[in-house]
């Protein structure tokens, strides 16, 4: 399974300067999100949002004026808290290495704040999973999501505020429940 999540990773990288334009720079990301679970079937009498945090880098290849390529590395959290019993929640904590692949729409290219949006798929590979217990080993190793983004630039400095909903369901113990990762989120970046 190594080695699969290897390749891929490998393939992820090679595969968008293979599609992409000219190098347009790359940076450090930093953020806070608040991510719960949605689905079917929430376990227990009812779940909340879990804060966390998120940091990584990014590469951007210009495609034209508009247009541009962002490919992301971030190490993020995620998770919910679950009421299990009584008024008690039990905190859930992913950690993924996520890796989103960004085309992004920068508009007023001319002036100092340059409004953007963005939307494309990432895929999120599990590090760890735990709660206020344990380590969980019944969670999927990896995730398929769609960002949803808008944001503003202005000099080397970008704000950053995203939407990411999980595509598939994480878990994999043998009670065949339905959950997926819904993420919101608030980035800083700093383009070099």
């Known amino acids: 399974m ?3 999540k290897i390749i891929f990773l490998l393939f992820f990288f090679l595969s968008a300067r293979l599609i992409a334009g000219e190098f347009s720079g790359w940076g450090l990301k930093l953020g806070y ?18 804060p966390g945090l998120m940091f990584g880098g990014f590469i951007s290849y210009k495609l034209n ?4 390529l962002q490919q992301e590395v971030l190490f993020t959290t995620k998770g919910a808290k ?19 692949f960004l085309a992004k729409a920068t508009f007023l290219k001319d002036y100092w704040l340059r409004p953007n949006i963005y939307l494309g798929p990432a895929v999120d590979v599990l590090i760890t999973a735990f709660n206020d217990n344990y380590f969980l080993d019944d969670i999927r190793s ?9 944001g503003f630039e202005f000099w080397r400095v970008s704000l950053d505020f995203r939407f990411t909903k999980g595509l598939l369901n994480f878990d994999e113990s ?12 608030a980035l800083i970046g700093y383009a070099f």
């Open 65 to 68: 004026d508009l247009l541009s």
């Open 82 to 100: 679950i009421n299990t019993i009584g008024d008690i929640y039990l905190n859930n904590t992913f950690v993924y290495l996520e890796l989103p």
């Open 142 to 150: 990896f995730d398929l999501e769609i960002v949803l983004g808008a």
């Open 174 to 185: 043998a009670d065949d429940i339905n959950l997926k990762n819904q993420t919101i989120s």
């Open 2 to 4: 190594k080695r699969i």
């Open 33 to 50: 999100n608040s991510s719960i679970f949605t689905g079917e079937d929430i376990p227990g009498k009812g779940v909340r949002s879990q």
